[in-house]
């Protein structure tokens, strides 16, 4: 009895698309015939040859449309279709049942200790950099270099982390750190807690900001 509900919803949403498609079609007919209408000749149009041609084929009300997509059924090229209401919350089970139909047994590609297949170190940087752009505005976070200075991991499984943020002029050092620390020290604060919940383990971060005088001659 479900199943045939859901065959007559999917054949109802097939009649309805195939009748706004011909609506559609009709629209682009009726604005095309608009734009072949013969010039005006002393201010009255010429209607000598003003015959509606595509009289036939494009004044299709509702009604005939409906007549002519009524034996119509089915999805092409689709063997299976499945309705889905993100608002009503619906249909998701016949998703899920459907792919865990069609899904095979096989070993798992990783262990269920890896968390991820990218470099740890290259998340780890890419972490600490995220935190200074939102913490630092305009080009700060553009105009500093972050490398990975200490990596590593102890019996208790803490990871212990030093990052250093290498800056082209010294003032800038200053005002990333400010003063007593207070802004580094967020910084360092919200990037740990993101790479606890990325490595599922312990994690201590340190955060050195240095000035690179290097960094002044590249720019």
Known sequence: MVAQKKIEKTQDLDKEILIQKALNRKEKLLKKES??????????TDLTESADTLENCSHLTQHEVAEFTKDRKG???????FMISALKESGVDDLRNYLLSKAYSAPWLFSSKV??????EEIALMTVREKFLETFKNEIPYTVKFDIERWDVSESELMNISVQVGCRRKGLTRFIVGSGGFRISNVIREAEEELHRTFRTRVCLQINVVYDASLKKKA
């Open 35 to 44: 734009e072949n209408t013969p010039p005006q000749v002393n201010g009255k």
């Open 75 to 81: 999805w092409p090229y689709f063997q299976d279709v």
């Open 115 to 120: 968390v991820t297949d990218q470099n740890p």
